[in-house]
């Protein structure tokens, strides 16, 4: 079992920043390829970025790229999301998921994820 706490998100002006960092438990954290979803109100639950279990291979969404980072540290449990340049459509509530998978894949789908965290809300304002 895994256990996903969010933190690091809150109110931000367009154009600013917001690092948000995902703490997990158990001792399996390095054999889980994770990914940052958000789902805005009234529309799906969407991969903003993934990571494998390494670390190795990532994946942005377009609308994110050149603007958010994902890396994990994982002697510490913890996968983040640097994210620059914030506009008012990243409004969102952030989760982030995990699934096993020792091997470089990014799972781009919600239904490949078996671990969720309660999610971190993120408001841009413009």
């Known amino acids: 079992q895994v256990q996903l706490v969010e933190s690091g998100g809150g109110l931000v002006q367009a154009g600013g920043s917001l690092r948000l960092s995902c703490a997990a438990s158990?001792?399996?954290?390095?054999?889980?390829?994770m990914g940052w979803f958000r789902q805005a109100p009234g529309k799906e639950r969407e991969l903003v970025a993934g990571?494998?279990?390494?670390?190795?291979?990532?994946y942005y969404a377009d609308s994110v790229k050149g603007r958010f980072t994902i890396s994990r540290d994982n002697a510490k449990n913890t996968v983040y999301l640097q994210m620059n340049s914030l506009k008012p459509e990243d409004t969102a509530d952030y989760y982030c998921?995990?699934?096993?998978?020792?091997?470089?894949?990014?799972?781009?789908?919600?239904?490949?994820?078996?671990?969720w965290g309660q999610g971190t809300q993120v408001t841009v304002s413009s």
């Open positions: 990571i494998s279990w390494s670390g190795g291979s990532t």
């Open positions: 998921a995990a699934r096993s998978s020792r091997s470089g894949t990014i799972f781009l789908s919600s239904g490949n994820y078996d671990y």
């Open positions: 158990g001792r399996t954290f390095g054999s889980k390829a």
